[in-house]
């Protein structure tokens, strides 16, 4: 089983940006961003496929931000831009078998996460 490390978390200003990121030890697949707000339970908002690198998006973040992979790196990213005191949490990314659909995925295996803070 894949170990997965997230890294890049900090604290930014409401408006700033941030970049994530999540090294996999082994070969990524289809793999997710979720994160959990103080208080609350965590919460799935983004993912990229592992067959055409095709990606989902929760509507509170599109446009916002954006996953990519470096395959050759065993590492996904999280662009975080336009950032606000709502989007302040706990990030983690997770991994999941190839399919169909990355939105649907079985999540097995998480990373530690790495947390984000945004004032305001």
């Known amino acids: 089983q894949v170990q997965l490390v997230e890294s890049g978390g900090g604290l930014v200003q409401e408006g700033g940006s941030l970049r994530l990121s999540c090294e996999s030890s082994g070969n990524i697949e289809v793999m997710s961003w979720f994160r959990q707000a103080p208080g609350k339970e965590r919460k799935g908002f983004g993912c990229?496929?592992?067959?055409?690198?095709?990606?989902w998006y929760e509507d509170s973040v599109k446009g916002r931000f954006t996953i990519s992979r470096d395959s050759a790196r065993n590492t996904v990213f999280l662009q975080l831009t336009s950032l606000k005191p709502e989007d302040t949490g706990v990030y983690s990314c997770?991994?999941?078998?190839?399919?169909?659909?990355?939105?649907?995925?079985?999540?097995?295996?998480w990373g530690q996460g790495t947390q984000v803070t945004v004032s305001s």
């Open positions: 990229i496929s592992s067959v055409d690198n095709s990606t």
């Open positions: 997770a991994a999941a078998p190839p399919g169909p659909s990355c939105h649907t995925a079985p999540y097995a295996t």
